[in-house]
């Protein structure tokens, strides 16, 4: 078995390092206790322990559920709780004798790394589909570090407008990868292994780079783009790089905008793993002058004494609850419920995926002053928005 602690460098980086070794310590005296006397258990290094277990009478099931739950249990050091979790990996024999070590450590390794891109805080047994996901998602990071340095990518922009004239009040920052081999990809085709990867954080610096950038030069050349708002998604990564602020202002003061033209959008689920943290980096960020919102609103854990807490200016209502909206009396009280939570709070409300008139229409009447979707553009190159603001109206593109 390989365990793998999560996110630990977060946690020394937090504590420092003598505070980490401390935590590591607690940790490896936890795992001992589960060790028999015929099994052997070390740190391979940094944060990954192996334990090796002989023989076959050991209900391995059992026993991966109870580290985990042990590497779980709080640990206090000083005046300070932490909590972490683990990802472990197991691989076994099988009694072949002709299998090596180096080869079963593989093998655990490639079990443990599963757990880690399914989320963390699990274990997986090593199945060999394994070693085709491994060589896939290698050359799926290998072709986005390619993208990333010849540029291959482009943003499109999506018009958010206000529903009661059609007006262009707004665009929505939404990035492409121009494909040397596939041709123009959406990002359900390449965002999941960005995230997997880590290089959604250098490719979400780029694609806000380049927005404020688009941005400024709207501003500057076409009258209509005056008071024009870039929204631009947070990914959770990037969310949490220590960087973030720094990224953020660079992009602003580079790009010579107002910090008020620029939305930051972050999802629901996002701002639940740790609220006192997220507030934390939310107020840093409104403190910039930047605007927030909530993106996919509805859709996650949220409590109304968290949302209260958050210094967002808006709340997204998410297409769920818009594609019914026409015809459900469920969809639309649940937008309805979300319109009225946002006017308590003081928030403005933004539905997307407005595809009809009728959807359109019943949400100007529940209240809902601001919308995207196919009624009024899909998202389109820099030049086509260009054309919609010197027309001052978006274009109309069928759903």
């Known amino acids: 078995m390989l365990i793998d602690l999560d996110n630990f460098k977060d946690v020394n980086d937090d504590i420092g390092h003598s505070g980490g070794d401390e935590l590591l310590t607690v940790l490896a005296d936890r795992l001992r206790r589960r060790v028999r006397p015929q099994d052997t258990l070390a740190r391979l290094g940094g944060d990954e322990f192996a334990l090796l277990l002989e023989g076959s009478d050991v209900d391995t099931g059992a026993l991966v559920g109870h580290l985990l739950d042990d590497i779980r249990e709080p640990v206090r050091l000083g005046s300070r709780e932490l909590h972490l979790t683990a990802s472990i990996g197991s691989a076994h024999t099988g009694g072949e004798e002709s299998l090596q070590a180096d080869e079963l450590l593989r093998n655990a390794d490639l079990a443990m790394y599963a757990v880690k891109r399914a989320g963390r805080n699990g274990s ?156 934390g980096m939310l107020t840093a960020l409104r403190g910039l002058g930047v605007h927030l919102a909530i993106d996919d609103f509805g859709t996650g854990y949220s409590s109304l004494s968290y949302l209260q807490r958050l210094p967002v200016d808006t709340l997204k209502i998410d297409r769920s609850f818009v594609e019914h909206v026409d015809t459900s009396s469920d969809s ?62 978006p274009a109309r593109v069928p759903a």
């Not at 540029?151 to 665009?171: I, K, M, S």
Request: with cysteine.
């Open 124 to 279: 997986a047994v090593f199945d060999p589909s394994m070693y085709a996901t491994v060589l896939y998602e290698a050359q799926q990071r290998a072709d986005l570090e390619e993208a990333l340095l010849d540029e291959q990518f482009t943003v499109h922009y999506q018009p958010v407008v206000d529903l009661a004239t059609a007006r262009l009040t707004g665009v929505e920052a939404l990035v492409r990868w121009n494909h040397p081999r596939e041709g123009l990809l959406g990002p359900g085709n390449f965002i999941h292994h960005a995230e997997i990867s880590g290089l959604i954080v250098p490719l979400g610096q780029w694609v806000l780079r380049q927005a404020c950038r688009q941005l400024a030069d709207w501003q500057r050349s076409i009258p209509a783009a005056g008071d024009l708002r870039m929204n631009v998604n947070l990914s959770a990564r990037q969310f949490q790089h220590p960087g973030l602020l720094d990224d953020v202002t660079a992009a602003i003061r580079d790009a010579g905008i107002a910090p008020e033209s620029l939305t930051l959008e972050i999802t629901e689920s996002m701002l639940m793993d740790d609220v006192d943290a997220a507030v």
């Open 332 to 393: 639309s009280a649940l937008a309805g419920a979300v319109v009225d939570l946002a006017r308590a709070l003081g928030l403005r409300t933004v539905a997307e995926g407005i595809e009809t008139p009728a959807q359109r229409d019943t949400l100007r009447q529940l209240g809902c002053r601001s919308g995207q979707g196919f009624l009024f553009s899909k998202p389109v190159p820099a030049d086509r928005l260009s054309a919609m603001l010197r027309d001052e109206t």
